[in-house]
């Protein structure tokens, strides 16, 4: 079993910056992927970000470039997102999950672990 546990939300204007951190603990392996993931009241749960553990390979969903970063500390196997310059439409529950085969999907389905969500607020 692998368990996720998110921090770091908050309210925050808008321009202004969060970073979210997701620690795993249990059976993870050294090959698994994480991502963020984010979800708005009465809309699909939507891709951010996501990065491989093996090879640090980052993904972005295209309305976060350049603000947002997605990083890991595999000592403390923990992922990190980075988000600067929010904006209101960023508001919405941020989910962390893992997959343990090291792939990274920009769908929900595959991942085999999710974190119990935090709450990014962000006012205009």
């Known amino acids: 079993q692998v368990q996720l546990v998110e921090s770091g939300g908050g309210l925050v204007q808008a321009g202004g910056s969060l970073t979210l951190s997701c620690a795993a603990s249990?059976?993870?392996?050294?090959?698994?992927?994480m991502a963020w993931f984010r979800q708005a009241p009465g809309r699909e749960r939507e891709f951010v970000a996501a990065?491989?553990?093996?090879?640090?390979?980052?993904s972005y969903i295209d309305s976060v470039k350049g603000r947002f970063t997605i990083s890991t500390d595999n000592t403390k196997n923990t992922v990190y997102l980075q988000m600067n310059n929010l904006k209101p439409e960023d508001t919405a529950v941020y989910y962390c999950?893992?997959?343990?085969?090291?792939?990274?999907?920009?769908?929900?389905?595959?991942?085999?672990?999710w974190g119990q969500g935090t709450q990014v607020t962000v006012s205009s």
């Open positions: 999950a893992l997959e343990l085969n090291g792939r990274v999907f920009k769908t929900p389905g595959p991942y085999d672990y």
């Open positions: 249990g059976r993870t392996g050294n090959t698994y992927a």
């Open positions: 990065i491989s553990r093996s090879d640090g390979r980052t």
